[in-house]
């Protein structure tokens, strides 16, 4: 299958930083990017939808002034939590698509002290 | 928007035996139901997706059934083995935008 890394893997930061996550197709060309925030023992949930070139779509709910994604190649993703607080810290995963499968990322486990 | 259920939220089961987990979904025009198996801390892998064309689709010991009309798809795991223990979640939508069920915990005990 297609391979979609994130790094890091790990980031602790301190309130009220901003921290940046990554997501690269490897061995493939994703115009869309997919990114999702999952709390322990819950399900994904969709963020927003990363289109190479434009501007991100993001779901209702979410701050897109703290939450900034940035789509600037065909293979990179990013996702900048800005103003980091505790209630931020989560598993943050990106996916792609190739084709007509979806792809996850190993994930991103960010954690606010 | 797509709104899917996935049912039951913990499955414990006999190594041997079968799982089936249960999803529906709302919008009739999400054509692409994949099923994905997630360990703790680990990115979700998929493991057998459906196509609002297909009624059913089997590899090996996973298998997955999809009704259009009841608007419901399921997973069947046959002879579970201790390694299929993890979290799976279904999925649905169109154009590759997915909303995901709550995830049901598998359990199989040797």
């Known amino acids: 299958g297609a391979v979609v890394s994130q790094h890091p893997s790990w980031v602790i930061c301190k309130s009220g930083t901003s921290v940046k996550i990554e997501c690269r197709s490897l061995?493939?060309?994703?115009?869309?990017m997919f990114w999702y925030r999952q709390f322990p023992k819950q399900s994904l949930m969709l963020m927003a939808t990363?289109?190479?070139?434009?501007?991100?779509?993001?779901e209702q709910g979410v701050e897109k002034d703290k939450f900034l994604i940035n789509h600037a190649s065909l293979t990179l993703s990013t996702l900048t939590v800005t103003s980091a607080h505790p209630e931020d810290s989560s598993f943050y995963i990106c996916s792609a698509k190739k084709v007509d499968t979806i792809y996850f990322g190993e994930g991103s486990w960010l954690t606010v002290v | 928007g797509e709104n899917v259920e996935q049912h039951p939220s913990t499955l414990s089961v006999q190594e041997g035996d079968s799982a089936v987990i249960k999803c529906t979904y709302s919008?009739?025009?999400?054509?692409?139901f994949p099923w994905y198996k997630q360990e703790l801390g680990k990115r979700p892998q998929l493991i057998i997706d459906?196509?609002?064309?297909?009624g059913e689709k089997k590899d090996q010991r996973i298998a997955v059934t999809l009704n259009k009309t009841a608007k419901h798809f399921s997973l069947h795991i046959t002879e579970t083995q201790p390694e299929d223990s993890a979290v799976y979640f279904c999925a649905g939508g169109r154009y590759s935008t997915l909303t995901f069920g709550k995830g049901t915990m598998l359990l199989v005990s040797p």
């Open positions: 990363s289109n190479e070139g434009s501007k991100a779509t993001y």
């Open positions: 919008d009739s025009a999400s054509n692409y």
């Open positions: 459906i196509r609002s064309n297909v």
């Open positions: 061995d493939f060309q994703a115009t869309t």
